[in-house]
């Protein structure tokens, strides 16, 4: 019975670790080099967003993984449009002077988690 309340525990404090969400309104605002993690059920793969004025995007994963594509901003959220390949959705979460986009794939298979 002792797991389940750790389980809760250890999910609390994770989630009390991300500053607040804050609705983005602009791509410009969140324009740079973003680095953290995708993962899925099977890895935890390093990956570097990096986001540009225009729109545009790019992204690599330490495994040789990459892509790039557009994005446009949806009710807040920064939305990507991949060339290839699925898309997802990533809110800011914002506070404390720490900025961190948080993810999931379109597919629900894979999640991201970046800083600045």
């Known amino acids: ?11 609390l404090v994770g ?7 804050k609705p983005i309104g602009d791509v410009k605002s969140v324009v740079g080099v973003w680095q953290g993690f995708l ?3 099977d890895v935890r793969d390093p990956l ?3 986001i540009r004025e225009d729109g ?5 994963t330490s495994l040789g993984g ?7 901003i949806h009710e807040g959220k920064l939305v990507l449009q991949p060339a290839q ?12 002077g720490k ?3 948080r993810g999931l794939r379109d597919d629900g298979a894979a999640t991201l988690e970046l800083r600045e």
């Open 48 to 50: 570097i967003l990096t």
């Open 99 to 101: 900025r961190m986009l």
């Open 66 to 72: 990459g892509m790039s594509g557009t994005l446009r």
């Open 1 to 11: 019975m002792r797991c389940p309340a750790l389980l809760l525990a250890a999910v």
């Open 15 to 21: 989630c009390a670790s991300a500053p607040p969400v």
């Open 39 to 41: 993962t899925t059920k």
């Open 85 to 96: 390949g699925r898309g997802g959705t990533l809110t800011l979460h914002e506070g404390k």
């Open 56 to 60: 545009s995007y790019a992204a690599a």
